[in-house]
């Protein structure tokens, strides 16, 4: 059912990032589950309709690079997303380490730059190694950025999507964070500027943010575990236990849309049982607008209970 101008969205993806796993159930600073977060996760997803094609964690999966994390990683997530029908595109991030994430994700021994290509039915989803072996910041080496380039001379159907871990974008809150961004980011600039490359998914920050990049929209997702504090009172920077969220991408064929999930539940104060809907389907285009729009109709003047729709 068409209720506004748009249609359905042509793909949906679910952005997730930083899970932070470790193993056995250990925790963050003593206090933080990431094991919770990243379940509390796949919870929320199951929620979304329309049902995610994809599920694209942009790096930092495993805390320490622990195989048995990335194991269990696997374990909680695979099954999930075959259930959902949605393919897993994982990204690798400065606290992986490529040698165990090779082998523990894909079973592979190259430990190389973890650089893959996955196509989601025409849309083009690439995940780029921005990581560097023994540091925190993020680089792409001459070859990288040869190969993308090869890539992307010759355009997917829907376009690309680029998911990194370490965002091309600044730091205006947090501004210690720049120590540990994606080095020589005008050498990126020049290969994706021009291309079918629509958006750029990233992470590393723990907090969501949102900018451009070579006039392309670039998305920050938060993270499952612990988040960054962007208005932190008396610190240069501030790790927190609470906001965690992951982004709902919604991709349509002249534009993408990209929705915050909050972990965390709230109490409800107003709202509509699913059984609204069926309601709602069976008006006219003209009747959901006198109802729903009209200020003075039973459903805005508040005649009838909790759920007034529903009472009319």
Known sequence: MQYGQYPAPRF????????HLLAHDARQ???VEPEAGLLLTLERLRRLDPVPQALVFTGDLADKAEPEAYARLRELVEPFAADLGAAVVWVIGNHD???????GLFDSDDDGPQDRVHDLGGLRVVALDTSVPGYHHGELSDDQLDWLSDLLAVPAE??????MHHPPIPLPTIEVGAILELLEQDR????VRGSDVRQLLGGHFHYTSHSTFAGIPVSVASASCYTTDPAPLDRVISGV???QAFNAVHVYDDRIVHTVIPLAEAPEVSGQPG???????ALSPEERREIISRKDSDFNSGVGARDPLTDL
Do not use: F, K, M, Q
């Not at 380490?97 to 082998?103: D, K, L, S, T, V």
């Not at 829907?158 to 998911?163: D, N, Q, S």
């Not at 059984?275 to 389907?281: G, K, N, P, Q, T």
């Open 97 to 103: 380490e490529r040698a165990p994430y090779a082998r």
């Open 12 to 19: 949906t993806l679910a952005h997730l990032s930083d899970v």
């Open 158 to 163: 829907h376009g690309t999507i680029l998911a």
């Open 275 to 281: 059984e609204a809907r069926a309601l709602l389907d």
């Open 188 to 191: 990126l600039a020049e290969v």
């Open 29 to 31: 600073y003593g206090v």
């Open 241 to 243: 236990d609470g906001h």
